[in-house]
């Protein structure tokens, strides 16, 4: 027998739920070693927002086996090196820019 539509729509809800309450929960030791990544810079919010959807949309791959903290942590760390490389990338290729106006 198949289970109606309106059972798993519950079940989701309540996975949602689950994983929203136990982000909450690292949220503050998550901003802080974005912040170090980033130095406190505006980023740090770009990305904690990155971390959220990154680890709603893999929530589904977590081994649980492992500890949900821990790769939270990981996210965050890769998503805040993310956007520091992505800086450092504009920032050179506005030197380049520079460098070409000049000469």
Not at 18 to 44: H, P, S, Y
Request: overall charge positive; some cysteine.
């Amino acid at each position: 027998m198949k289970p109606s539509k309106g059972r798993g729509v519950g079940r989701t809800n309540r996975i949602r739920e689950d994983f929203d309450k136990q982000f909450l929960r690292c949220k503050g030791l998550l901003k802080q070693i974005a912040e170090r990544v980033l130095n406190g810079t505006e980023e740090v919010e770009e990305a904690m927002q990155r971390s959220y959807a990154t680890a709603a949309s893999q929530r589904r791959r977590f081994r649980c086996d492992g500890e949900f903290r821990r790769w939270l942590v990981r996210i965050v760390l890769n998503e805040a090196l993310m956007l520091l490389h992505e800086k450092e990338s504009a920032a050179e290729g506005s030197r380049e820019l520079i460098f070409w106006q000049v000469c």
